[in-house]
């Protein structure tokens, strides 16, 4: 929870804030007031102190605080307090048009507000009121969720097209597993068909988003654009906000005058996950589905989170048992991931209200570090493999709060996400099966002591370099051209092999596509031997995507080309097989597919005497995927290369082929630790008085062909011995 950096006014505080009884519990609520005669412009609200129970009528607002050193002056009770412009404009709204009101909240008069109804200077009462809050939200009989005034993005006007479409979508996605298949399919084709309705509707009124004769696109579609990408879903506190109010009905989002429950934002957010399943029409495929899928309208990762929580709550209320809390809170911190807080301290106590049987009692006057080492060791077995899959030592290079290699920086996450390894993957198991190994612990207050095994270590690294203004193309080919240069262990003449029939079953591009699309593994990617006009392998779709990508070499400038012939030793090549076989882009595709998928000779007779000729073709059958789906190959593809740029190609001294961090150097120990399903990445750290026996963690990395459970078998069998690790 944020607070007011303004100049402390002690007797302003003992004037305005009575002391709370916590045995009651006691809260505060405001009014807000008519404008006073002579001062129309300010604020003027009522505060009073009442005990929350089931019976007290009255909003919880949410909102974000933005910067706490621009406030506004309002009056309180006859006493004037700065409180966040936002909150302001919150305030002077609902004092013109009332608060938002349907048949389940009924009308409103009173208002809890955190910035004006908790003693922000007094650190006592807000370590008391936060832990108030999960019943407080549990309580209200309304939430109001304040995204800001309109704004030049005019954000109202999106909340006004959500509304239409949500009216649109009536049929909820599949959660009651007790519906036959029968019900199932019926509700899936309505489904369908009213997000194809919702969709031509949303076409009709706003146009397309590109459009295609040039000009100027419908400025809605930028207000859609604007609200997914508001600050408020960046909130920590939005996620118990969200899961605790009585009923997606009595949730309201605001802009301005407008507003749309949360129930109508959910249906929204089903049409925009529904648009992938449609069959475009021609002129919006390519541009509107990028956009839905790659912008932030798409993307609202924060509030989908909270939806997913919402929808599980009933079953996660009723877990008491702390030896099902550790899934629980290792559920509520990766939502966290996506989101931030003023006070990193909040990143715990924002999600407390969710948890009640957690034991952890907020204390802001707890240092950070100690704050997040509590609640990861207040689970009743330390979730060792998601610490590590969430921390790094190089997101430590801003360590102002002391924090050990091993501890994910919660307040930090949404920053660095991108350049952590985490397991989403549908089947994962731990890297060492299920050994019989020690129970981690905590020594000496932030010693992790973890049991595993060392693999092996990194031979050969290099960082994946993507600049700034590469496109997809030009990006792809730098990746595959290095990865042939430095990580294929052969002469120039040697990788010109690819033309023979025995380097097509090696393909080696393909080993370099299955590490960097290794993330997106979890969807259980099918492959198919057809793609538009080509046949032959049998590939993912984002592996013929990059096959098709590798075809328009064009893109490169004359430069790059040049450099990538050079360094591939295509020169010398060409003058041996030809300068029309051996291409920059011929070259690297066989090195992606092999030879199947090109143009081949085909028979045609010709009135040449009666003889059959032979002539070179690209006429192959249009079989394969629809167009649709080649677009989203690209939108795979694109994603693909985002996710692997910065981070780190590397070679195993065993020589597998691996994706880590940014920071991971050659001579790191590639390791498997207990519970963990991705291989960990250490290294060796001395103490100050030269105590060699700790390690620093470096990150969680993938490495090719180490399947789950292999290594508990090698350490079953001896290869591999069990050892403490003490990170550090």
Known sequence: MATINSQDNS?????????LDDTQPEVRLIEILPPAPDDQQRICCRLETVKLSDELHFAALSYVWGDPNITEDISVSGIILPVPTNLASALRQFRNTGFPENEDTGELQKLWVDAICINQKNIEERNSQVRLMGGLYRTASSVLSWLGPPGHDRQDKALQIIREIASMMTIPPDYDSSLSSETLDSRRELRR?????????????????????????????????????????TRIWILQETVLAKSPWTHWFICGHESITFAELDRYANFVEGIRDLPLPPGHQENLTREMMNSPTYNMERFRAARVVRRVLPTLARIQHRAQLQSLFNIFVMMAMHR?????????????GMVPSYSIKPDYGKPVKEVFIEAFSSCPRIPVGFCLQCSSCGSRSDN???????????????????????DFREERVSLLGSPRVLEPEIQAEDTLCVQGVIYGHVGLARRLNCDRGDNVTQILYRFCVDYIVEFQNVSPITRLLPLASAMD???????????LDWAEKRINRGKSPNYGEY??????IVSWAAFRALGHVDILTQDEQVDAIKRLGLEDAAKRFGD?????????????????????????????GGKESREKTTDISLLGQSEFEETLGRIELSRMLSFAGGKTLFKTDKGQLGLGPPDMREGDLVCAVDECTLPVLLRRVETMDGDASFFEHVGTCYVSGLSDGELGTMVENGVLELQTFKLR
């Open 580 to 608: 029309d076989i051996l291409t920059l882009d011929f070259y690297l595709r066989i090195c992606l597919v092999g030879l199947d998928p090109f143009p081949r000779e085909k028979k045609r007779k010709k009135k040449n």
């Open 340 to 352: 931030t807080a003023t006070n990193p301290r909040d990143m715990i106590y924002g999600m407390m």
């Open 11 to 19: 007797n302003l505080n003992r004037e305005l804030y009575s002391p």
């Open 193 to 233: 068909e009213q997000t194809y309705a919702a969709f031509q509707w949303l076409i009709h009124t706003l146009g397309n988003m590109y459009p295609l004769s040039g000009g100027t696109s419908d400025p809605r579609w930028g207000s859609l654009r604007a609200l997914a990408s508001n600050n408020y879903w």
């Open 505 to 515: 079953h090696k393909r080696p591009l393909q080993t370099l596509m299955d590490v």
């Open 535 to 540: 046949l032959g392998s049998n590939l993912s």
């Open 400 to 422: 102002k709060h002391s924090l050990p290699s091993w501890l994910p920086n919660l307040s930090e996450l949404w920053q660095r996400n991108i350049e952590l390894f985490i």
